[in-house]
Structure formats: C-alpha cells, structure tokens
T-cell receptor, first 106, second 117 residues
Framework: KNEVEQSPQNLTAQEGEFITINCSYS?????LHWLQQHPGGGIVSLFM???GKKKHGRLIATINIQEKHSSLHITASHPRDSAVYIC????????FGQGTRLTINP | KAGVTQTPRYLIKTRGQQVTLSCSPI?????VSWYQQTPGQGLQFLFE???????NKGNFPGRFSGRQFSNSRSEMNVSTLELGDSALYLC????????????????FGPGTRLTVL
C-alpha cells in the first residue's frame, strides 16, 4: 500500500461542476501539499497545509489530521482546470500520490 | 524574482553514457530538492541539498548523485545510464535561510526530460 493514496485516478466533468479530489496518507505528516501539473510537465504548488482549510480563488484544500485525509475542491470548474492534481506529504523529502487526471469539458 | 530554472530542458543519451543536469534555484533559496517522474513509478524523491550538504536521500542507486555549489545552484549526475532512467527530472527550491527555518513549501522548475536510447 502506498503511503499516499489519491482518488479518483481519473475524473471527467462538465464545466461549472464542483470537483472533489481525495488524498489519504498512512502515517503522520509535517505538511500536506497539493500540486498541479499541466501537460508539458511543469508543476505548480497550489497549497501547503498542516491543519484546517485554505482557499485560493476557486480552489479549497482541507485536511483532517485525525482521519489522515485531505481533499482538494474546485468550485465552478473550467476547462483550464484540466490538469493532473497530485497530493504529497512531507517537508523537504516529499512522498507523492499517484495523481488524479482531471478533464473539464466545455 | 526569476523562477527555478533547469538546463537543459531536453536531452537524449544512449545506454551506458552519463549525464549532468543543472538547476538554479530562486534567488535566496538555499534548499534544492530533486525528483524523478516516470509513467510507471510517478514522482519520486531523489535527494535534497542545503548549504552544499546533502540532507536527505531517496531510495535510488549510487549511479544517481548530486551536489550543490556555494551559490545554491545544484547539479545531479546519472552515470551508466539505463533505459529505465528515461524520465522527467524536476528540481524544486525552498526559501530556507538556515536549517532552523520553518518549512515554507517548494517551488518547482520546468524539468529536464531525459530520454535514454
């Protein structure tokens, strides 16, 4: 079993839908990251959190330390949100989930 | 501030050769981490350098090595290349000023795509 598990692996939705991507981890963490990777490879760090909830624009990340679970939500999804979303735990030595490929159709 | 830069962006090598990849962190960032991304294994941590010292190491064979210079620029080297080393190699820098700083996340470069034939 991977230390970091994401679900779903693939997600296709229509523009405007509310999106949720889940991440579970098996051991305690110092930090939990949500990353976005577009075709071509570049990775953008969306959030780093160790407790509670963070919001940036249409993106919201939450974490439940007791349940070892985090979620990334996208409100009013748009085709430009299409990307691979990756959660990762740790600080300098990140351990990654396998990624969720999100496709938003117009 | 300029972002993290990596050179070269694309590289083709043959089995048995060796390769050196370069990473320039964001100005003022002293921590540099390296990652390998392959379709089969996903993203995996290679190593992390801070102030020219390797602080963390992933589970890769000794053919993978790295170093960091006094200006925080980092290089990684892969010797005796194998087909399975074909991957996207990413580096990321962190705004740590000293080892007691609290962690503030990582900023990724665009990656170097290595193809081994």
């Amino acid at each position: 079993k991977n230390e970091v598990e994401q679900s779903p692996q693939n997600l296709t939705a229509q523009e405007g839908e509310f999106i949720t991507i889940n991440c579970s981890y098996s051991v305690g963490i110092s930090a939990l990251h949500w990353l976005q990777q577009h075709p071509g490879g570049g990775i953008v760090s969306l959030f780093m959190l160790s407790s509670g909830k963070k919001k940036h624009g249409r993106l919201i990340a939450t974490i439940n330390i007791q349940e070892k679970h985090s979620s990334l939500h996208i409100t009013a999804s748009h085709p430009r949100d299409s990307a691979v979303y990756i959660c990762a735990k740790g600080a300098q030595k990140l351990v990654f989930g396998q990624g969720t490929r999100l496709t938003i159709n117009p | 501030k300029a972002g993290v830069t990596q050179t070269p962006r694309y590289l083709i090598k043959t089995r048995g050769q060796q390769v050196t990849l370069s990473c320039s962190p964001i100005s003022g960032h002293r921590s540099v981490s390296w990652y390998q991304q392959t379709p089969g294994q996903g993203l995996q941590f290679l190593f992390e350098y801070f102030s020219e010292t390797q602080r963390n190491k992933g589970n890769f064979p000794g053919r993978f090595s790295g170093r960091q210079f006094s200006n925080s620029r980092s290089e990684m080297n892969v010797s005796t290349l194998e087909l399975g080393d074909s991957a996207l190699y990413l580096c990321a820098s962190s705004p740590l000023m000293d080892s007691r700083d609290s962690y503030k996340g990582q900023f990724f470069g665009p990656g170097t795509r290595l193809t081994v034939l």
